[in-house]
């Protein structure tokens, strides 16, 4: 495998390019999770966004697809994986429950549009909903 991105936090799994969508209701009707899944067997690598909210947040709120530049996209996931990953390095200062994995994202590595999307995306809605910020600059939908 010459690209295997993998991360899984609890709210939060990276590993990349088509997009299903899936809500698990519990017994009494009540949502659970959304889960976003994007795969490229090609690249040999996937990611898995299971948050429940992100979906409704993503179609209601996020800006559409096209709105950024993949460079933007890239550029962003890069500061926001590298603070994400400082984080989890340093759980006696950060709430290792936000931060319970390592992700794993390859600079040099070719997502595409979508995944680098979707990626972005999830860093924004996280940031708004656990009243975080990764970088210098107040995150915004």
Do not use: H
Request: with cysteine.
């Amino acid at each position: 495998m010459k690209n295997l991105l993998y991360v899984f936090t609890l709210l939060f799994i990276i590993i990349g390019c088509s997009t299903t969508s899936k809500t698990v209701p519990t017994t009494d009707n009540t949502k659970v999770s959304d889960t976003i899944r994007i795969a490229n067997e090609e690249l040999e690598y996937e990611v898995i966004i299971i948050d429940g909210g992100f979906t409704s947040w993503l179609n209601s709120v996020a800006k559409p697809r096209g709105y950024y530049t993949e460079n933007y996209l890239e550029s962003r996931n890069q500061i926001y994986v590298s603070e994400w990953n400082r984080r989890f390095l340093q759980p006696q200062q950060y709430d290792s429950r936000l931060y319970e994995m390592q992700i794993n994202y390859d600079n040099n590595t070719k997502y595409g549009y979508e995944v680098n999307y979707l990626i972005y995306n999830y860093f924004i809605y996280f940031q708004i909903t656990n009243k975080q910020q990764l970088a210098g600059f107040v995150p915004r939908p």
